[in-house]
T-cell receptor
Framework: DAGVIQSPRHEVTEMGQEVTLRCKPI?????LFWYRQTMMRGLELLIY????????DSGMPEDRFSAKMPNASFSTLKIQPSEPRDSAVYFC???????????FGSGTRLTVV | QQQVKQSPQSLIVQKGGISIINCAYE??????FPWYQQFPGKGPALLIA?????SEKKEGRFTISFNKSAKQFSLHIIDSQPGDSATYFC????????????FGEGTQLTVNP
């Protein structure tokens, strides 16, 4: 099993640009999570899906953030327009059950200049 | 009620010593308590987990101690090694589909040679 695959690993973009982060969960996992990690705020849950349906998006900072899961093997997190304060490491995780057994990807380090 | 409080924020231990990280939770419905280990540039990885029907679980040099009445659990690392230097996160959930993990703030462990 290749694990949770995230792309790109690093992204540097200018303020105001659209950024799209991608995630391929582990096959057979039916829950998918997007986290943001910063020194100041630690690990923050942004949104999670069960069976491709968004369950809780209360952690999404504002309307500039959106996430989709069009099928069981792919999810995107989009930021439009991006701002310097969005700079962080974004992790995707998946699990068979949303309550336990999370497997994290290696993350995307986003830098907005 | 969903919070998990973790301490200390950072910990420095000498090689061969014992590292102890503590967590406290509020929600009595939580029934799954994992610990995650994160190395720089990597996503968190499941290290060890416990359910409240036991008071202790040991895997190699890593032990979780669980105190249900006090709503506290801790990670003990015996014979700490420089390779154990990482950030450790405790977490808790109801352990069922439809719930989600709540993470502590993280502890940065440094083991000096």
């Amino acid at each position: 099993d290749a694990g949770v695959i995230q792309s790109p690993r690093h992204e540097v973009t200018e303020m105001g640009q659209e950024v799209t982060l991608r995630c391929k969960p582990i096959s057979g996992h039916n829950s998918l999570f997007w986290y943001r990690q910063t020194m100041m705020r630690g690990l923050e849950l942004l949104i999670y899906f069960n069976n491709n349906v968004p369950i809780d998006d209360s952690g999404m900072p504002e309307d500039r953030f959106s996430a989709k899961m069009p099928n069981a093997s792919f999810s995107t997190l989009k930021i439009q327009p991006s701002e310097p304060r969005d700079s962080a490491v974004y992790f995707c995780a998946s699990s068979r059950h949303s309550g336990y057994g999370y497997t994290f990807g290696s993350g995307t380090r986003l830098t907005v200049v | 009620q969903q919070q998990v409080k973790q301490s200390p924020q950072s910990l420095i231990v000498q090689k061969g010593g014992i590292s102890i990280i503590n967590c406290a939770y509020e929600n009595t419905a939580f029934d799954y308590f994992p610990w995650y280990q994160q190395f720089p540039g990597k996503g968190p990885a499941l290290l060890i987990a416990i359910r409240p029907d036991v008071s202790e679980k040991k895997e190699g040099r890593f032990t979780i101690s669980f105190n249900k009445s006090a709503k506290q659990f801790s990670l003990h690392i015996i014979d700490s090694q420089p390779g154990d230097s990482a950030t450790y996160f405790c977490a808790a959930s109801k352990g069922t589909s439809g719930s989600r993990l709540t993470f502590g703030e993280g502890t940065q462990l440094t083991v000096n040679p």
